[in-house]
Every structure is written in C-alpha cells, then in structure tokens.
C-alpha cells in the first residue's frame, strides 16, 4: 500500500509568520503535489513536483513556494502567512494512481 | 484552464438503492480517477479508468474520454458508503483536476 504522510496535521499560525508543512512518501513516485481544498471550491493544486530537485506552479501558487529536497520529501512554505491561506492542505504522490496523505488543517489567525 | 464539472452535487439515497454519479471534462483526458473522502478525512483511491468498464466490488466505473465524459455506479448502496466522490482528470504526465465533488447520504 503506497504511503504518504503530512506533518504537522494541525497548525495554528499568525499573521505574518513563517510556516512549512513537510510530506513525506515511501513510494518511490517522481511526482508529487501539494492542493488546498476549500468548501465551494473543491481541490485546488499549488505546487507539484517531477523529482527531486523540480518544483512546477499549479493553478494557485501565489504566496506559495515548494521544495523537493529529495525524491521522498515535498515540503510547501508559506513565507508570510495571511487568514485567506487557512485551509486544510494535502499532499499527494503520483505512479500510475494518485496517493493522498492525511491532510493538514492550517489556521492562521 | 481545465474543468470537471460532476452532477450530481449532491445525492439521498436509502440503503439498497443504486448511485450514478456523473463527470464530464473540458479537455482531452487520458484517463480519470474517482477517489472517496469522509468528512474531514483524505482522499482514498477507488478506480482508476482510461477507457472503458472497469468493476471493483460494487463499484462500477465507465469513461468515454471521446466523448469527455466518465461514470461511477454504486450498487446496493450502504451507509457506510455515505461520504464525497471526486472525480479527477488526467491530462498526461500525471497532471490530475478534480471536480467539486458529489455528496451522497445513505439512509436506513
């Protein structure tokens, strides 16, 4: 069974402050992708990845950077965090299927 | 920019009965993924469908990615079936868009 994992699963933030949710996958996919799900506005992607080393826009990158240290890790950053940006965070990796972590549930007050 | 669009929003049915859930997409697919979500919880895989008919217990799903369109039947439907189906299109290299979603309720 593929697995991905997101830490941390809550986080409470301020505004302005610094934060960085990190994936991890043990699949050994080249791809991976970080989205936003938001009532009313379904699944929304921010960042993705070929490998390690690449990071590619999605539809929503703006206040977004990613890195991709490695071919297991995937990490997005919110450098300066803003209340729009709360939102419940998922991770996925891609081989043939996608695989989605647990979700990260973000506020920032 | 792409589009899934998935009918119904949002679905009753009592134990036993059957779904059909619906998605239709904007653009050239080369296959489409339907995942089931819990409240509050991940996306979990169900099918993954280039073309064609595909079974999984009883789940059936179709794609006619000629016509932009795809499918997910559910037999016999139980409460614990109740949750959100997403449909999401693969436009090559494993870039994927999803649809907002069809929100079933099973009932007793």
């Known amino acids: 069974e593929a697995a991905v994992t997101q830490s941390p699963r809550n986080k409470v933030a301020v505004t302005g402050g610094k934060v960085t949710l990190s994936c991890n996958q043990t699949?050994?996919?080249?791809?991976m992708y970080w989205y936003r799900q938001d009532t009313g506005h379904g699944l929304r992607l921010i960042h993705y990845?070929?490998?390690?080393?690449?990071?590619e826009k999605g539809d929503i990158p703006d206040g977004y950077k990613a890195s991709r240290p490695s071919q297991e890790n995937f990490s997005l950053i919110l450098e300066l965090a803003t209340p729009s940006q709360t939102s419940v965070y998922f991770c996925?990796?891609?081989?043939?299927?996608?695989?989605f972590g647990p979700g990260t549930r973000l506020t920032v007050l | 920019g792409q589009q899934v669009q998935q009918s119904p929003a949002s679905l009753v049915l009592q134990e036993g009965e059957n779904a059909e859930l619906q998605c239709n997409f904007s653009?050239?697919?080369?296959?489409l993924q339907w995942f089931y979500q819990r409240p509050g919880g991940s996306l979990v895989s169900l099918l993954s469908?280039?073309?064609g008919t595909k079974h999984t217990g009883r789940l059936t799903s179709t794609t006619v990615t000629k016509e932009r369109r795809g499918s997910l039947h559910i037999s016999s439907s139980q409460i614990t079936d109740s949750g959100t189906y997403l449909c999401?299109?693969?436009?090559?290299?494993?870039?994927?868009?999803f649809g907002k979603g069809t929100s079933l309720t099973v009932i007793p």
């Open positions: 996925a990796s891609a081989g043939y299927e996608q695989y």
């Open positions: 699949n050994n996919h080249n791809n």
């Open positions: 990845s070929y490998g390690a080393g690449s990071t």
């Open positions: 653009s050239t697919a080369t296959r």
């Open positions: 469908n280039p073309s």
């Open positions: 999401a299109m693969d436009t090559g290299y494993q870039n994927f868009y």
